[in-house]
């Protein structure tokens, strides 16, 4: 779990994906707004939380011109192929 907290895995489990979510959303955090992270805590599921903050974190990445890592990608593509299919 720890090994996947920043990145996010396919591999990750749902430990990796508590941690990877709790790493995000951590409250010092200066890339949220209070009323993004409530936004973002009222996803029904931990997959939908991980999905959510997957997406917001490629578009911030993508704002800032930085490269989206590839095992982010291939989270993000395997969850959206999970929950939204």
Known sequence: ????????STAMGVMGALLY???YLEINRTHLTERERVRLLGEPTIEA???AIVEC???WRRG???PIALASD?????????LRS
Not at 1 to 8: F, N, T
Not at 74 to 82: G, N, Q, S
């Open 1 to 8: 779990a720890i090994r996947h907290h920043s990145l996010g």
């Open 64 to 66: 800032q011109g930085l």
């Open 49 to 51: 939380l991980t999905l």
């Open 74 to 82: 291939e989270l993000y593509h395997d969850l959206l192929k999970r």
């Open 21 to 23: 979510c709790s790493d």
């Open 57 to 59: 974190d490629r578009t």
